[in-house]
């Protein structure tokens, strides 16, 4: 079992930052593809980002060249750094977890890939 708790989120004003954190708990942290997805009022899950274990980077379109998603093995903590962000990038901001490996990207931006998940922090951006 993995608890993942994300911390950072907050109220920004448009074109500004914040950097979201994932703490994970477990001693094999290296080897989980982390992920970020975010929920809006009345909307789905979406993805945003997902990191591999080795590496591998693969972002929303939405959030590419303003989104960078990195990792602290040694720390088992997952980073979301936010820059640029506008108010359409208002939703709770969840971390996930997954063990399982596959050979397509477009696996790692559904939901049911990843087998943990935080409880969320909220994101806000004014206009």
């Known amino acids: 079992q993995v608890q993942l708790v994300e911390s950072g989120g907050g109220l920004v004003q448009a074109g500004g930052s914040l950097r979201l954190s994932c703490a994970a708990s477990?001693?094999?942290?290296?080897?989980?593809?982390m992920a970020w997805f975010r929920q809006a009022p009345g909307k789905e899950r979406e993805f945003v980002v997902a990191?591999?274990?080795?590496?591998?980077?693969y972002y929303a379109d939405s959030v590419k060249g303003r989104f960078t998603i990195s990792r602290d093995n040694a720390k088992n903590t997952v980073y979301l750094q936010m820059n640029s962000l506008k108010p359409e990038d208002t939703a709770v901001y969840y971390c996930?977890?997954?063990?399982?490996?596959?050979?397509?990207?477009?696996?790692?931006?559904?939901?049911?890939?990843?087998?943990?998940w935080g409880q969320g922090t909220q994101v806000t951006v004014s206009s």
């Open positions: 996930a977890a997954g063990v399982q490996v596959y050979a397509t990207t477009y696996v790692y931006t559904r939901t049911a890939t990843y087998d943990f």
């Open positions: 477990g001693r094999t942290f290296s080897s989980y593809n």
């Open positions: 990191i591999r274990s080795g590496g591998n980077t």
